[in-house]
């Protein structure tokens, strides 16, 4: 079973950027896509941006422009660079990764989430 551990998130003044980091460990890990999802109080998880191992990135309508994810493979980390940060953006944020077919959240293996907070 994967195991994900997120970090870097912190209060930050709106227009300020933060860069978030995810990193994934278990037996025989072969991941080939990792992704960023975010939850705010009240909502639902949602989708923010996804990369494959071949570097391929898309990313939520809401966030284009405004954040970058990366990924390390040699070490299954993640990456999510936030810039322009709006209070809209405040959530606690998880990654996700998919091995083989499955992405790790189908499971219901999430991380502990680190927390954005974007003060106006």
């Known amino acids: 079973q994967v195991q994900l551990v997120e970090s870097g998130g912190d209060l930050v003044q709106a227009g300020g950027s933060l860069r978030l980091s995810c990193a994934a460990s278990?037996?025989?890990?072969?991941?080939?896509?990792m992704g960023w999802h975010r939850q705010a109080p009240g909502k639902q998880r949602e989708w923010v941006a996804g990369?494959?191992?071949?570097?391929?990135?898309k990313y939520a309508d809401s966030v284009k422009g405004r954040f970058t994810i990366s990924s390390d493979n040699a070490k299954n980390t993640v990456y999510l660079q936030m810039y322009s940060l709006k209070p809209e953006d405040s959530a606690v944020y998880y990654c996700?990764?998919?091995?083989?077919?499955?992405?790790?959240?189908?499971?219901?293996?999430w991380g502990q989430g680190t927390q954005v907070t974007v003060s106006s």
């Open positions: 996700s990764v998919r091995i083989g077919s499955a992405w790790s959240y189908e499971s219901g293996v």
């Open positions: 278990g037996r025989a890990l072969s991941i080939n896509a």
């Open positions: 990369i494959t191992l071949g570097g391929i990135t």
